[in-house]
């Protein structure tokens, strides 16, 4: 019989090797070409099997990483937002914060959008 104590680890080890397998892929050298859908199918399988929202936040940074380098600057943008709403440590919440500036300065454009270019000075400043 496994207790809940032991139960957990496991459920960490999980997590972590399919985090890792992601982040190998996304960063990595691999022989093998990787393609992005299944880059990003890893983060997701990692962010649904985070035992807590720490571990789950520092996935999301990295999803959202590589949903900024591929353009999809929105996607991107509504995890970090949902990530950061969560109970973070301070390190975790700057991590992110960090994140989300990097996907508006993406987004920002000529023509200025002017809701855009507040949500940038109120973060900054």
Same mark, same amino acid.
């Given at each position: 019989?496994?207790?809940?104590?032991?139960?957990?680890?496991?459920?960490?080890?999980? /997590?972590?090797?399919?985090?890792?397998?992601?982040?190998?892929? @996304?960063?990595?050298?691999?022989?093998?070409?990787?393609?992005?859908?299944?880059?990003?199918?890893?983060?997701?399988?990692?962010?649904?099997?985070?035992?807590?929202?720490? /571990?789950?936040?520092?996935?999301?940074? @990295?999803?959202? !990483? $590589?949903?900024?380098?591929?353009?999809? $600057? !929105?996607?991107?943008? !509504?995890?970090?937002?949902?990530?950061?709403?969560?109970?973070?440590?301070?390190?975790?919440?700057?991590?992110?914060?960090?994140?989300? !500036?990097?996907?508006?300065?993406?987004?920002?454009?000529?023509?200025?959008?002017?809701? $855009?270019?507040?949500?940038?000075?109120?973060?900054?400043?």
């Amino acid at each position: 019989i496994v207790s809940p104590e032991n139960a957990k680890p496991a459920s960490f080890d999980v /997590y972590r090797s399919l985090h890792n397998r992601a982040v190998i892929r @996304h960063y990595g050298v691999v022989s093998e070409e990787i393609q992005y859908a299944e880059i990003k199918e890893f983060y997701q399988n990692a962010l649904n099997a985070a035992p807590n929202d720490e /571990y789950r936040a520092f996935t999301a940074k @990295h999803l959202a !990483t $590589l949903l900024t380098d591929a353009g999809e $600057l !929105t996607e991107a943008e !509504t995890l970090l937002e949902k990530s950061i709403g969560q109970a973070l440590s301070e390190d975790a919440e700057y991590s992110l914060k960090h994140a989300l !500036t990097q996907v508006w300065l993406k987004q920002l454009t000529v023509p200025y959008n002017e809701k $855009l270019l507040l949500k940038l000075k109120d973060a900054l400043w």
